[in-house]
């Protein structure tokens, strides 16, 4: 049976995903330890669907906002089926979409009726996460092991069952016990994101559901694409320097945009940027294209909704081997700090 589109359900959906994500903002500040977390707000929380599609994120830090989705694609493609209620996914290794080692990202996934409707989610920078030094930012890494301990995607807990070896792994090579009530308060966030996800679900049907969040995001297109065609067609270009990597005083390094606007469609090229650097100032590609995201999105219309659609016409080209995207096993916590070059190269290419 096809299901009609009521228009003002397809906004109510979109309040109702935004509420919740901001619940679990509230909730995490509220149970964290770390002082990064509850009083910096170093953190997003966000809702995404099945296929790891932005239903709705918060912005407390917001270079963070957009890092959740592309390991939430990772998660699916490497767990496919086995994934189940009551699991629970950590990650932060930057080789497999995440943007720094000290951000730790916790994935719940959210069933109705036994099928998967969505995922919660919470990332946050924690204190300590391994490596030669306490707190990871490490000026005389030039290797990832030397900056933390890597996690790629694994399942802390399993079905609801906690998984104690892989948690006493983990933990036993963080220094603070702090991290591990920081972990918990974050799937405490996830947890209850579920259960609200759950809840709406259950409301209004799957069937509802899914054809009001397409009809969401299809809106959401459309609003960025009418921002999009207001630029003219053409290519714009603009660059930022990075003064030292760490290592070579005087060395510098160019981020250079070229960005290509065709009709409704937008490309940030970033290939004619330096090379990566020896030391620990690199960029990942997830903190990279979240940088991109951020600036272009402080040109457009402030009251776009954050979902999968907003992204449909922006299209990244960040090559492996730039400062930008540097490639295993390079350090690059530093790597978050390049976002302001990035932001630099965009506004000078699109600004007046």
Not at 289 to 300: N, P, W, Y
Request: aromatic residues 10%.
């Amino acid at each position: 049976m096809e299901i009609k589109t009521d228009k003002i359900l397809v906004s109510i959906f979109q309040r109702a995903f935004r509420a919740i994500t901001d619940e679990m903002s509230i909730s995490l500040t509220k149970t964290t330890r770390s002082p990064i977390l509850c009083e910096a707000k170093d953190f997003v929380t966000g809702l995404y669907d099945a296929q790891g599609c932005m239903l709705e994120q918060t912005e407390n830090l917001p270079i963070l906002s957009f890092s959740l989705g592309p390991v939430c694609k990772v998660i699916l493609e490497q767990y496919g089926d086995d994934i189940h209620e009551g699991d629970v996914i950590i990650h932060n290794d930057v080789f497999s979409m995440g943007n720094q080692n000290n951000d730790v990202a916790i994935f719940k996934p959210v069933f109705h009726e036994g099928v998967l409707v969505g995922w919660a989610a919470a990332k946050g920078h924690q204190a300590d996460i391994g490596g030669a030094v306490q707190g990871g930012y490490n000026p005389s890494a030039t290797e990832v092991w030397q900056e933390a301990i890597r996690i790629p995607a694994v399942k802390l807990y399993e079905k609801g069952v906690l998984r104690k070896d892989v948690w006493n792994l983990i933990f036993a090579n963080i220094r603070l016990q702090m991290v591990q009530e920081d972990i918990k308060a974050q799937m405490g966030a996830c947890t209850l994101g579920e259960r609200r996800l759950q809840a709406l679900v259950a409301k209004y049907g799957l069937a509802v559901f899914e054809t009001h969040k397409q009809a969401l995001f299809d809106a959401t297109e459309a609003m960025i694409r009418a921002e999009i065609q207001r630029i003219p067609d053409g290519t714009y270009s603009g660059s930022s320097r990075v003064y030292y990597d760490g290592k070579h005083k005087g060395s510098q390094f160019v981020i250079r945009a070229d960005i290509k606007v065709e009709g409704e469609e937008i490309y940030f090229d970033f290939s004619n940027s330096s090379p990566q650097t020896k030391g620990f100032v690199n960029g990942t590609y997830t903190s990279s294209c979240s940088a991109i995201t951020l600036t272009f999105l402080q040109m457009v219309d402030p009251a776009i909704p954050h979902n999968e659609g907003m992204l449909r016409p922006l299209h990244y080209i960040v090559p492996e081997g730039t400062i930008l995207n540097a490639s295993y096993p390079a350090a690059t916590t530093f790597g978050n700090h390049l976002c302001p070059q990035v932001a630099d190269s965009i506004f000078k290419a699109l600004g007046p």
